[in-house]
Every structure is written in structure tokens, then in C-alpha cells.
């Protein structure tokens, strides 16, 4: 096909409905990629990746106020609003249990003895990391939550390899610091 995802995307912004079911085909099995690498982090969450990846569209499609540079920058997005849909399901299950556990992930990938948080404590200690580097905040969410490598970050916020490297490290290592409260 010679459209590109960026090409449907940028259409889509432009309000062109077709070219969203075009797009449609090309990025769910991305889609259900991330929401597979979120739901991975998961414990407790009875949700499938594709219900999270319909959840996520039907959010996507509801609100289209936001304009996609690229495809990048729109898999970023999705990723960020798949964690805001799972931390509402982990503060929805909290609050009708009174008192549960929160929902547990695992701040580094592929590490069985990584230390363990609840999905709360991480959302706030990112909003904390946003106030003092966005930069850095940017790259946990799309290395982390979006499952992108770190070229495709750099790509995306227009930074050197070298610079997400680092800040993917520093922020990693403050994420940790504040989350076990030290």
C-alpha cells in the first residue's frame, strides 16, 4: 500500500472518516502490541489486550482532539492514554474495595526481581518527574508504557539516542528512589 500510517493519520486529523478505517487494519496488531506490554505489567487486571486496545479507540475516536505528527507520536499517545485507562480501573477497584491492594507493576521490563509497585504510587511519582523534567517523563511513557525502542523515542522527541539513553537511566533510577520512598 502507498498510503503511510503517518499519510492516514495526518488525513484523519483533517477529518477524513475513511481514512481511519484504512488505518485501522495497519495499526491494530501495534495496538494490541502496547496493550499486551501494559496488561504484561499487570497482576490483578482481568482485562484482555483486546478489550483495552477497543477501549482505547472508542476513547481516541470520542475525543480526536489531539493532532498526530506521526506515527510515532501516535503510538506514544496511545500508550499514554492506555495507562490513564488502567489507572482508572485500578482507582475505580481501590475505592470499591476500601482499602485493596493496588494494582501491581513492574517498573523495569524483563526482570522478575524487579522490585514491585503499585500503579498509583508510579502515576505519581511520574506526574512528580513531569514537573521537574518533562523530557525525562516523556521517555518512561514511551519506553515503558509504550513499548517503543530508544531510536523510536528519539525520534519522536526529536533528541539524540544518546539523550534518551540517559534520561531513560536517570529517570528510571528517580522513578525508583521515589516510588520505594527513599
Do not use: C
Request: net charge negative.
Amino acid at each position: 500500500m502507498s498510503v503511510t500510517i503517518t499519510q492516514l493519520l495526518h488525513q484523519w486529523n483533517e477529518g477524513n472518516e475513511q481514512a481511519l478505517e484504512h488505518l485501522l487494519p495497519l495499526i491494530y496488531d501495534q495496538l494490541r502490541a502496547i496493550a499486551f506490554r501494559q496488561l504484561d505489567h499487570e497482576q490483578h487486571v482481568t482485562l484482555q489486550p483486546t478489550e483495552l486496545v477497543h477501549e482505547t479507540f472508542l476513547r481516541l475516536t470520542e475525543t480526536h482532539s489531539q493532532v498526530f505528527r506521526d506515527r510515532v507520536h501516535f503510538y506514544g499517545a496511545v500508550a499514554e492514554l492506555m495507562r490513564r485507562i488502567l489507572i482508572d480501573l485500578a482507582r475505580r477497584r481501590a475505592t470499591a474495595k476500601r482499602g485493596a491492594t493496588f494494582v501491581r507493576v513492574e517498573l523495569q521490563e524483563n526482570s522478575a526481581a524487579a522490585p514491585e509497585v503499585d500503579f498509583e504510587a508510579l502515576d505519581q511519582a511520574l506526574d512528580r518527574l513531569q514537573e521537574l523534567d518533562v523530557r525525562q517523563a516523556n521517555v518512561v511513557k514511551l519506553r515503558f508504557f509504550g513499548g517503543l525502542n530508544n531510536l523510536e523515542v528519539a525520534d519522536a522527541l526529536q533528541v539524540s539516542e544518546a539523550t534518551v539513553k540517559r534520561d531513560w537511566a536517570v529517570a528510571k533510577a528517580w522513578l525508583l528512589r521515589e516510588i520505594s520512598g527513599r
